[in-house]
């Protein structure tokens, strides 16, 4: 297992619990889709699997090792990465250095190393930029990769979020709801993509209300309703669940 959570609890203050005794378990090289109603947890997960808030109770671990108390930084560096739904993108920046900046071994991400000569960086910078480029054409953004992220189209922002994801190097990637507000041309896309990293080896858990979407690339689905997590193997089951038809379809 790539990703394990065990009996984890959370409730903000002065509220019933929010996950209540959660466990499941992802494998490596698979796509699961997280669902619930609005306000169910789900985005409360993500916080924790990746360190922005703590559990009052369990524990997460990612390739058998505990990151319950470790920061989001550090655990982004183990190679768990995340996008979120307010995109989080450098508007200033083009396309090209959001991809750039994201990756892991940018030598400018050092402030020590930012401040020495440009040629003691320059085969580094070299192999950075071929690693854009590739990324650029994988993600459908050649023809706007100089144009800064705030004048490029919501569609072609979603494609670069996730390939700064993808940039950063995670091998397990958490999708805040990737198709959510966008032309079904740029769903068509994002769901090649996401069945191409998974063929390239990557563990996926999206949020996603898009039940078209999520028959077209998940292997396995968790409903999550009144702080518990239900599994199912297919839309189809999903949907035949009295409590699921009830709290959410």
Same mark, same amino acid.
């Given at each position: 297992?790539?990703?394990?959570?065990?009996?984890?609890?959370?409730?903000?203050?002065?509220?019933?619990?929010?996950?209540?005794?959660?466990?499941?378990?992802?494998?490596?090289?698979?796509?699961? /889709?997280?669902?619930?109603?609005?306000? @169910?947890g789900k985005t409360t997960l993500f916080?924790?699997?990746?360190?922005? +808030?703590?559990?009052?109770?369990?524990?997460? +671990?990612?390739?058998?090792?505990?990151?319950?108390?470790?920061?989001?930084?550090?655990?982004?560096?183990?190679?768990?990465?995340?996008?979120?739904?307010?995109?989080?993108?450098?508007?200033?920046?083009?396309?090209?250095?959001?991809?750039?900046? /994201?990756?892991?071994?940018?030598?400018?991400?050092?402030?020590l190393n930012a401040m020495l000569p440009?040629?003691?960086?320059?085969?580094?910078?070299?192999?950075?930029?071929?690693?854009?480029?590739?990324?650029?054409?994988?993600?459908?953004?050649?023809?706007?990769?100089?144009?800064?992220? @705030?004048?490029?189209?919501?569609?072609?922002?979603?494609?670069?979020?996730? /390939?700064?994801?993808? @940039?950063?190097?995670?091998?397990?990637?958490?999708?805040?709801?990737?198709? /959510?507000? +966008?032309?079904?041309?740029?769903?068509?896309?994002?769901?090649?993509?996401?069945?191409?990293?998974?063929?390239?080896?990557?563990?996926?858990?999206?949020?996603?209300?898009?039940?078209?979407?999520?028959?077209?690339?998940?292997?396995?689905?968790?409903?999550?309703?009144?702080?518990?997590?239900?599994?199912?193997?297919?839309?189809?089951?999903?949907?035949?669940?009295?409590?699921?038809?009830? @709290?959410? +379809?």
């Amino acid at each position: 297992m790539i990703l394990q959570l065990q009996n984890i609890t959370f409730t903000f203050p002065g509220k019933n619990h929010l996950l209540d005794n959660v466990s499941l378990s992802l494998e490596e090289k698979k796509i699961y /889709a997280l669902m619930g109603s609005n306000g @169910a947890g789900k985005t409360t997960l993500f916080n924790l699997i990746t360190g922005f +808030i703590k559990p009052q109770s369990g524990e997460i +671990i990612f390739r058998s090792e505990k990151i319950t108390s470790l920061s989001s930084f550090r655990i982004n560096r183990k190679g768990l990465g995340r996008t979120f739904q307010d995109l989080r993108l450098i508007t200033k920046l083009t396309v090209k250095e959001n991809i750039i900046l /994201a990756m892991q071994d940018n030598s400018n991400d050092n402030w020590l190393n930012a401040m020495l000569p440009e040629n003691f960086h320059r085969n580094t910078n070299q192999k950075l930029d071929k690693k854009a480029d590739e990324i650029i054409e994988q993600f459908f953004l050649d023809d706007v990769k100089n144009s800064f992220g @705030a004048e490029i189209s919501y569609g072609q922002q979603k494609l670069l979020t996730l /390939a700064c994801c993808v @940039a950063n190097g995670a091998s397990l990637l958490l999708l805040d709801e990737a198709v /959510a507000g +966008i032309q079904p041309e740029y769903r068509k896309k994002i769901t090649l993509l996401i069945k191409q990293l998974k063929e390239q080896g990557k563990t996926i858990l999206l949020i996603e209300h898009n039940t078209d979407f999520i028959s077209d690339v998940a292997d396995k689905i968790f409903f999550l309703h009144e702080g518990i997590i239900s599994t199912f193997e297919t839309v189809e089951t999903l949907k035949k669940d009295k409590q699921v038809m009830e @709290a959410y +379809i």
